[in-house]
């Protein structure tokens, strides 16, 4: 299994004093087991990017293969790719709409063709994969909390048993502790399940804490494609683009300057402590 | 001189199931008192459902308490011949900027406060020239606001609080549907409304960096203020803010974990200079 | 394609039409329509089209723009010309399997999908050029005479100027709904019919819930800013009549005087009684 992007362009409004390029020229590949922060200030192209993944818009060139085969192309079925590759949207309000959450789950796999017992048996694996309480099952989405809402969503799509999971933005409006309960069930589900996830996200924080690879877009071009050490090392040109390193990188990078020796690639808070202790000691 | 003040405030609602029985009562807002003064910056901090929300839409009178009582600038807010005053005294900006934008052009969005006021067509130009200045959008007044950044629609809305010209603005989670940028730019704005037009203010929020320039921190939990002080005496108790479902701000964390492992750093370190300068010192004790 | 729709829509640029008083605007746009429906012969076509034209050129919205508001209602245009040209009786003109059609059907028809394209353009001006706001303010002061029949004028005319303006909000949101939905398999192309109506349940009860969570906001944001209906209050833009607000009337008449001339006159033109 492996995405490859090829020379993908979109244009918006060709041709009009309003044309726009959303994604210019980007190349990628996607292997087996990766874990991606995609990054970029809003309008950067991240989401258009993904929405191109996952075959919701046409490219206005280049292309992109899924296991050796052209998502774009006529006689590609389609659905077999969602199948697949699945995406999970910022707003769970934009995607829930049954009477009780089990059912909204159910919606995915019905879809996929799969008898009633096999779906209801994915719903109720992948509800219980992220960690819904068995007494909320029945409960209407509509009346659950921010938390639970996002939890919902990531379960209606994790039914179709993607290999692929790209969600966009599944911590913003969250709490703290909503957050690290979505990015530790992400991390689980990468580790445990073998699920090559796709993570969109304006936290640096939380990027730098789970992922393995971190793709920057800026203006619709892909800027940087490395590991997330290689690329926070890069933060003045981060800042540039609207984005920014994390906080610690920041405080090592002051502590640096004051003639404390602490090495540059720090991340995450961990790392910046031990690395301020062997300095004093 | 108090602007905001609660007496014992408490709201219940009754929750019903689908079929419209009463299945509970559930207790929002409990026993809340407290006093905010004419100039402050107040911070609400509270994890999700902790009641912060319910307890700000108390302060412009458009929820009213179950049981006690809210003051603003010594109106009483079930007084409703006050109603529009205290509207006026205390003014709202809201977490999505799309729901609270009524006009298609950035100005005639900030008229409509004072329009509904029935200030005079000059001075609501003036005030409208004003409140846009003030808060830097001059040169989109003539714009869509479709057009505009999250941030930058967050800073009509509080423009458009302004024309009103409120003693007290408050904000209910403005920054949540924001980027980074976005929250930052709201942040600033709001920072310099307080130190530049002395205009109190009430943030309420769950992202901790947001507070560390507050003068006051008021923490909730379960309806109720569980605490409050500085930001350093709050930012200090770091394992009760990890129980309350809270996080502390990512430097805060760092001197944190460096004084577990024995390090002699004080508590409550807040920004990167406070945090270099301690280490700097521990440095030359070596 | 949800984002082509520009109707109800405001295109900022600044323009003589932009200047205009609202007022004029509408009354003007009322008798616009009036004049392309009182007679049928293709120089009056002629003469709106040109006149259309030049307010065109005047407003300083691009032609392409306004060209992609047409494309939404293209399907409502067709079904008005296939419906005249079908069941429109008269002289035969050739016939299509065990169907006639009529040289009146056809000349109907023409006629009816002329009219509506002048039609949208023309009202679309009005809305490219007039902020809501201002629309409102306009229309609420050409209704006002309904107040003595106890119509809340300024109530209808708020709601509709916040209709204009979600319009748009809520047609970005149905697109993300439905890539939502098709991210989970979703179909919305089924060739059965009930099963289409079907497809549909999953966009529209998100699409509901997300409006009334918006109405209910609005509401609350209207309210905590003072809001109270209409009496009391003052207006930021009170609606003033400027010189080219009355050159505007003269014009206006002027091209009203042209229809009804070309009207009256036209069958003595080559093709003035019909094609």
Redesign the interface.
């Known amino acids: 299994m492996q995405l490859i992007v090829d020379h993908l362009s979109l244009q918006y409004n060709k041709g009009l004093s309003t044309e726009v390029k959303a994604l210019d020229d980007v190349n990628l590949v996607i292997n087996e087991g990766d874990f991606i922060g995609l990054l970029g200030h809003t309008g950067s192209g991240k989401s258009t990017l993904v929405q191109l993944l996952t075959a919701l818009l046409e490219p206005t060139s280049g292309t992109i293969y899924f296991e050796g085969e052209d998502i774009f192309d006529k006689s590609y079925d389609r659905r077999k790719l969602r199948s697949k590759v699945g995406l999970v949207f910022q707003y769970p309000e934009h995607q829930l709409f049954e009477e009780n959450v089990f059912e909204d789950v159910c919606f995915g796999p019905r879809n996929l063709g799969l008898d009633r017992k096999s779906v209801e048996l994915r719903a109720y694996e992948a509800l219980k994969k992220v960690g819904m309480p068995d007494e909320l099952f029945y409960q209407s989405p509509f009346d659950m909390s921010g938390g639970q809402k996002r939890k919902a969503a990531i379960a209606g799509v994790l039914a179709m048993k993607p290999e692929i999971l790209i969600l966009d933005e599944p911590t913003a409006g969250l709490d703290p502790q909503g957050r690290d309960e979505i990015l530790g069930l992400l991390r689980k589900m990468h580790d445990e399940d073998g699920i090559t996830i796709i993570l969109v996200s304006h936290s640096m924080e939380d990027v730098a804490n789970y992922v393995n690879r971190i793709v920057v877009l800026d203006s619709g071009k892909l800027l940087y494609d490395d590991k997330p050490r290689a690329v926070f090392a890069n933060y003045k040109k981060l800042e540039e683009i609207g984005l920014s390193a994390p906080k610690v990188t920041y405080v090592m990078d002051a502590l640096r300057a004051s003639g404390i020796e602490v090495p540059e690639d720090i991340i995450t808070i961990d790392e910046a402590a031990q690395a301020i202790i062997k300095a004093l000691s | 001189m108090s602007i905001v003040e609660t007496k014992k405030l408490a709201y219940e609602y009754i929750r019903r199931d689908a079929e419209g029985n009463v299945e509970g009562i559930t207790r929002a807002v409990d026993d809340v008192t407290m006093n905010i003064h004419q100039g402050e910056f107040v911070a609400i901090l509270g994890a999700n459902g902790s009641g912060k929300s319910t307890l700000a839409k108390h302060l412009n009178a458009i929820f009213y308490p179950t049981e006690g009582s809210v003051f603003v600038d010594g109106k009483d807010t079930k007084d409703e011949s006050k109603l529009w005053d205290i509207r006026r005294t205390a003014g709202m900006v809201f977490q999505n900027p799309d729901n609270q934008i009524i006009g298609q052009v950035v100005e005639e969005d900030v008229g409509f406060g004072p329009e509904n006021m029935g200030v005079p067509t000059k001075e609501i130009w003036e005030r409208v020239e004003e409140s846009l200045r003030i808060i830097d959008m001059l040169p989109f007044r003539k714009m869509s606001p479709m057009k505009l950044s999250g941030g930058q629609k967050q800073r009509v809305s509080i423009a458009g609080v302004l024309a009103m010209h409120p003693k007290c603005i408050i904000l209910d989670e403005p920054t949540a549907m924001l980027d980074p940028l976005g929250r930052k730019e709201v942040i600033r704005a709001v920072t310099a409304l307080n130190q530049v037009e002395k205009i109190t203010i009430i943030l309420i929020t769950h992202y901790m960096e947001e507070v560390i320039g507050a003068d006051r921190v008021i923490v909730m939990d379960k309806g109720q203020i569980v605490m409050s002080g500085t930001p350093k005496e709050v930012f200090s108790q770091i394992e009760l803010l990890k129980e309350l479902r809270l996080d502390v701000p990512d430097v805060t964390m760092l001197a944190y974990k460096l004084r577990q492992s024995g390090l002699p750093i004080p508590r409550g370190i807040l920004t990167q200079e406070e945090l270099i300068s301690e280490i700097e010192k521990l440095k030359v004790a070596k | 394609m949800i984002r082509d729709i520009t109707i109800g829509q ?1 295109y ?1 640029t600044e323009s003589v039409i932009h200047r205009m008083d609202p007022r004029f605007k509408i009354i003007a746009t009322m008798v616009f329509i009036i004049s392309i429906f009182i007679f049928t012969n293709p120089y009056i076509y002629i003469v709106a089209s040109v006149f259309l034209g030049i307010c065109i050129a005047l407003s300083r919205v ?1 032609f ?2 306004m060209v992609r508001g047409l494309k939404s209602v293209v399907m409502l245009i067709l079904l008005t010309v296939i419906f005249n040209m079908f069941f429109i009786q008269g002289e035969p003109l050739f016939h299509i399997w065990k169907i006639t059609i009529s040289k009146e059907g056809v000349e109907t028809a023409a006629y009816m999908a002329v009219r509506l394209i002048i039609l949208i353009i023309g009202s679309s001006i009005m809305t490219l050029t007039t ?3 201002q629309l409102t303010d306009g229309l609420e002061s050409v209704m006002k005479p309904l107040k003595l029949f106890r119509v809340p004028v300024h109530e209808i005319a708020m709601m509709m100027s ?1 209709a ?2 979600f319009i ?2 809520l047609m970005e ?1 149905t697109d ?2 439905i ?9 919305f192309e089924d060739k059965n019919m009930i099963k289409r109506v079907k497809s549909l ?2 966009v529209l ?2 699409l509901f ?2 409006a009334f ?2 109405a209910s ?2 509401a ?9 209906g209409g009496d ?7 609606l003033k009549y400027h010189r080219v607000d009355f050159v505007g009337y003269v014009v206006i008449i002027i091209y009203f005087a042209c229809i009804i001339f070309t009207g009256i006159y036209a069958h003595y033109l080559p093709f003035g009684e019909g094609l």
């Open positions: 405001y900022q691009p392409k723009f902020t809501p706001n916040i204009l303006r748009p909000i949101e993300k709904i890539k939502a939905q098709t991210a989970r398999g979703a179909s349940v999953p009860v998100p819930v997300s969570r918006r906001d609005l609350m944001a209207m309210e905590a800013r003072c809001y109270r009391g209050r003052t207006k930021m833009k009170p």
